[in-house]
């Protein structure tokens, strides 16, 4: 007999992190998102762990978070009672359902779009632990922006990010660039050969296995802890 257990669905957030009207985030965003899709649908990793996954598409221009106005830290408070206003108990209880991060962001004078950084800091133990990939683009791939951001996710506020997991998409010419600052249709394509960023699709699908692993590996080690747990239980039950 055999016996098969439901699937593990993992829920993915997607964040574009630009909100300029016009802009190209949304464009590049889409393309990250298609990828990671056809991707992860084809990939053996998911049969093999018998998991799924379910993306929740956070565009940071429609969650029209004020600047930071709790009179608190987020480290220091307690996500379920301890905020003051609305606005952040919705973005709190929708950033704490999710179990991974891919972050789009362009680079804005070497750093990341304010609205970005400002939805970052509203939260802190809703991130915590959790793996984040990060997709940058600009004129030179936007690495500056993808550095500060992986400074202010790992080191601010503890997620997990490895070198693998980070993707820097460089327009293709100055052209491209301009035309990008416009907001232009830049014809992106994530299932056609030899189109733009056709190449790079390889970089955004390992980072995607890299935080696969992450999270399967952290699956296995919250259930050893439980199993440990329970195993202890047991034993003091017996003792008794
Ligand atoms: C405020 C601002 C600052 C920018 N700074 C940079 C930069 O430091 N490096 C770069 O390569 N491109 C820079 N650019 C050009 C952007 O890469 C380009 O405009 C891109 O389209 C921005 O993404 P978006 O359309 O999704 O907002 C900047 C654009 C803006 C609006």
Redesign the pocket.
């Known amino acids: 007999m055999t016996t098969s257990f439901p699937r593990k669905a993992f829920r993915v957030g997607i964040i574009c992190g630009?909100q300029?009207k016009p802009?190209?985030?949304d464009q590049?965003t889409n393309f990250v998102l298609e990828t990671v899709q056809l991707h992860s649908s084809s990939a053996s990793t998911s049969e093999k762990h018998n998991i799924s996954f379910d993306f929740d598409y956070i565009d940071i221009s429609a969650l029209d978070m004020p600047f930071y106005d709790e009179p608190g830290i987020p480290s220091k408070t307690t996500p379920s009672e301890g905020y003051v206003h609305e606005h952040t108990r919705k973005w709190s209880r929708r950033v704490a359902s999710l179990d991974a991060f891919i972050f789009v962001t362009?680079?804005?004078?070497?750093g990341i779009p304010a609205g970005l950084k400002n939805a970052i800091d509203f939260l802190y133990h809703e991130w915590k632990g959790k793996p984040a990939i990060i997709i940058s683009?600009?004129?030179?791939g936007?690495d500056k922006a993808a550095a500060a951001l992986k400074m202010c996710l790992v080191g601010g506020i503890g997620m997990q990010s490895g070198d693998k997991m980070i993707v820097n998409l460089s327009f293709p010419s100055r052209d491209s660039?301009y035309a990008?600052?416009q907001?232009h249709h830049l014809g992106l394509d994530a299932s056609k050969e030899g189109g733009i960023w056709s190449s790079e699709r390889k970089c955004i699908t390992k980072a995607w296995d890299e935080m696969v692993d992450m999270l399967v590996s952290k699956g296995v080690a919250k259930a050893a802890v439980q199993v440990s747990q329970m195993f202890t239980h047991l034993k003091m039950a017996l003792q008794k």
């Open positions: 630009s300029r802009r190209v985030g590049i362009p680079q804005y004078n070497w683009y600009g004129g030179h936007g660039l990008a600052a907001g």
